[in-house]
């Protein structure tokens, strides 16, 4: 190649950068323009409602009336309206009409700018969906912003949702505070969680641990999704030969942003001391064997069916290696009242409003 095909090839990738790059801020130029004209039309049908005396009645006209005179305009059936008042009561005035910062309930951190920002940097569907699934707004504002890290679907964040995904990061039982350095040892902590759900797994009792280990990597891409952001699939059943003895790792996977590999062993039943001795030794191999000199070490993740805190903790003291012990469960089913369970809006039916 020659020096000017290779400073072509350079100009090409920049160009494609900067196109792509516009081509993002455009989509979310877009949405954002979509959402404070949502909030805008609930906060005027607020007032008009306020001052007018106006009742529900007037919500079908005006979707009707817009239907009719502005076909081309989508968004606007009467369901969808409902939510853009709903939306404006729930966020308050529009910060296009604010002259100053609104003030938000005492027990929150949050800001009406950082309000602004999540809530019309995500879709839609994704803000009608979280109004009617999570009602506190710390919790709430968690979702958006992990939604926005994770690039979560409605799907994705509906099963999070369901999961109480929020409940669950951070609170493996592990020794990476005393074998990982500062932060580190703190990003490691909270790139985990306990439990795991894995409900989208059909194992019924009784079964081997193998053919749990089987469902995940069948369903591969749901697994990456419930161990989060980062994870990388390195194999399964991974093959350590050392000395005269095969050895084999259920499933060994690469962290990119710890820059690490994660080795993962799955156990039916609980949690035993001996789990933690044979993960430490794994992992022994793994840093001598497959770590680059410029990866951080090896982490190790032991899933149970019940990880017996207390004996966990104890296991976990003079191991050498960092090691994080976490239960798994199949499904996690949440029970709604029965008044409840034909209100609440399927993610098809969001997706259909949004069509009209």
Known sequence: ????????????????????????????????????????VGRLLIERQRLEGWGSAVIPQLARDILNELPEVKGFSERNIGYMIRFAREYGVPPILQQAVAKLPEHSSLTTLDITDLVTR??????????????ELSVRTWYMSHALKNGWSRNILYMMIEGDAHKRGGRVVTNFKARLPAPHSDMVQQAFKDPYIFD???????????????GLVHHLEKFLIELGQGFAFVGRQYHLDIG????????????????????IELKKGPFKPEYAGKMNFYLNVVDDRLKHVE??????????????????EYALRDMKKPIGIAQW??????????????SLPTIAEIEDELKH
């Open 122 to 135: 995500i879709p839609w569907g994704h803000n009608v969906l979280l109004m009617e699934k999570i009602k």
């Open 295 to 312: 990866d951080n070490p090896s982490i190790g993740l032991i899933l149970c069916q019940d990880k017996k805190q207390i004996l966990a």
């Open 1 to 40: 190649m020659t020096n000017r095909q290779g400073f072509y090839l350079k100009l090409l990738s920049e160009v494609k950068n900067r196109i792509r790059n516009a081509q993002s801020r455009a989509i979310f130029s877009v949405n954002r323009e979509m959402i404070l004209l949502y909030w805008d």
């Open 329 to 342: 469960k199949t499904r996690m089913v949440k029970s709604l009242p029965k008044e409840l369970k034909g």
């Open 200 to 214: 989208f797994l059909t194992i019924e009792e009784p079964f081997r641990e193998r053919e749990l280990e089987t």
């Open 244 to 263: 005269d003895q095969d050895f084999y790792i259920d499933l060994l996977f690469y962290h990119f942003k710890l820059r690490c590999f994660i080795v």
